[in-house]
């Protein structure tokens, strides 16, 4: 029974103009690193540049030899827009008078992103694939593969070159073998990506 191994990290740290910092290559790169000893199939990334340079910056750590493109499904986007009595009150800003055809147009493409990459492994080889994309992707893709309601995305949060590793098989439910683990990163490169203050 082949396995379909999807390695999911939020792009590197990027200004607020999307082009990353020295430390968001520093943090692609030793991500790469992470996962040099793999046999890795393919790097998709998003088609924004912060995601496309660090899957970049990855590629050179292993050596250039891997199928790296873009993925549209990875591109940043809302995967889901919550009822007003769903929402958590720290969202409610952030939703208040959201599009309803932006909402329509992100929950469409979030199902494209999980018919796309959270399925299993065709055929009788293992498949080992890179994901360089956005927080809100990440969280949508954790919460399918936990077959948590779609609100539940809004409370998953990823750092910039966390990895979070999902394996889906033909049988039984995806297992989630870790997530947003920064060990790959010495501890000054940790936890960007969230707000300031004290972390573990």
């Not at 790169?29 to 340079?53: E, M, T």
């Not at 979030?110 to 065709?122: D, G, Q, S």
Request: aromatic content about 8%; proline content about 10%.
């Amino acid at each position: 029974m082949a396995t379909r191994h999807l390695y999911i990290a939020r792009h590197g740290e990027a200004d607020a103009f999307g082009t990353l910092t020295a430390t968001g290559r520093e943090q692609s790169q030793l991500l790469g690193k992470r996962l040099a000893h793999l046999p890795i199939n393919a790097v998709w990334h998003s088609p924004l540049p912060r995601a496309a340079a660090s899957a970049a910056q990855l590629d050179l750590v292993l050596g250039g030899n891997t199928t790296v493109a873009e993925a549209p499904e990875l591109i940043d986007h809302v995967p889901h827009v919550p009822a007003p009595e769903e929402t958590p009150s720290s969202w409610r800003p952030f939703f208040d008078g959201y599009d309803p055809d932006e909402a329509v147009a992100g929950h469409t493409l979030a199902h494209r992103l999980t018919a796309r990459f959270a399925t299993a492994a065709e055929g009788q080889q293992n498949l080992h694939e890179v994901v360089i994309t956005h927080a809100y992707p990440i969280a949508w893709l954790v919460r399918d593969a936990l077959g948590a309601p779609p609100v539940r995305w809004l409370g998953l949060s990823s750092a910039n070159a966390a990895l979070t590793v999902i394996e889906y098989r033909t049988v039984g439910p995806p297992t989630i073998r870790m997530y947003n683990d920064m060990s790959h990163l010495r501890p000054e490169l940790r936890w960007t990506g969230f707000p300031a203050g004290p972390h573990p």
